[in-house]
């Protein structure tokens, strides 16, 4: 079976673009949710969503970042205009019990 | 949100060598995880432990729950290259994960 499916899995942009990140989650799972890992920070919950609502936002950095997940199989985070210091992996995990999480392979976004 | 505090951040063992890392908070955990990351991959669940004592087995890793809730061990027998990777210990309060800082082991061959 296929697990969480991350695209791209690389992305390099420039200062002041936007870029949107994709997930798609495991089939039959209901809960969705986006993470983002730095050397300074670790590994940080920024939103999850629930049946496809979102129940707590309360880790989104700032105005830049939004999420969205229009279905059961498809989430994106957007971040518009992106600075350099959102350059990090980003991961995305989905669960059917909402404890135990699986976690995609990431994206690895720089910002230059 | 609690703090999470791992040790040692970081380990390099040879192959063959017993190890311990942990994981501690200043409050009590409702039930902890622990993941291993692999690099250029996501986190994967190793085990879930909720009972204050309890001592759970898979294969060469041995995890342990303080019986007050506050501390968790995970030790590893025989230590394996395939066992490098990053251990991260994660509190859960409902759907949410708080993790740690992780601990970075190598075992060199």
């Known amino acids: 079976d296929a697990g969480v499916i991350q695209s791209p899995r690389h992305e390099v942009t420039e200062m002041g673009q936007e870029v949107t990140l994709r997930c798609k989650p495991i089939?039959?799972?209901?809960?969705l949710f986006w993470y983002r890992q730095t050397m300074m920070r670790g590994l940080e919950l920024l939103i999850y969503?629930?049946?496809?609502?979102?129940?707590?936002d309360s880790g989104m950095p700032e105005d830049r970042f939004s999420a969205k997940m229009p279905n059961a199989s498809f989430s994106t985070l957007k971040i518009q205009p992106s600075e350099p210091r959102d350059s990090a992996v980003y991961f995305c995990?989905?669960?059917?019990?909402?404890?135990?999480?699986?976690f995609g392979p990431g994206t690895r976004l720089t910002v230059l | 949100t609690q703090l999470l505090e791992q040790s040692p951040q970081f380990l390099s063992i040879q192959e063959g060598e017993n190890l311990t890392v942990y994981c501690n908070s200043s409050?009590?955990?409702?039930?902890l995880q622990w993941y291993r990351q692999e690099p250029g991959e996501g986190p994967v669940l190793l085990v879930t432990?909720?009972?204050?004592?309890e001592v759970k087995k898979l294969k060469r890793l041995t995890f342990q729950f303080g019986d007050a809730r506050k501390d968790s061990s995970l030790h590893i027998t025989a230590a394996q290259p395939g066992d490098t990777g990053l251990y991260l210990c994660?509190?859960?309060?409902?759907?949410?994960?708080?993790f740690g800082e992780g601990t970075q082991l190598t075992v060199n061959p």
């Open positions: 995990a989905s669960s059917s019990t909402g404890t135990i999480h699986f």
């Open positions: 089939s039959g799972h209901n809960s």
């Open positions: 969503f629930n049946n496809n609502v979102p129940i707590d």
């Open positions: 409050s009590v955990f409702s039930s």
């Open positions: 432990v909720v009972t204050g004592g």
């Open positions: 994660a509190e859960t309060s409902g759907s949410r994960l708080t």
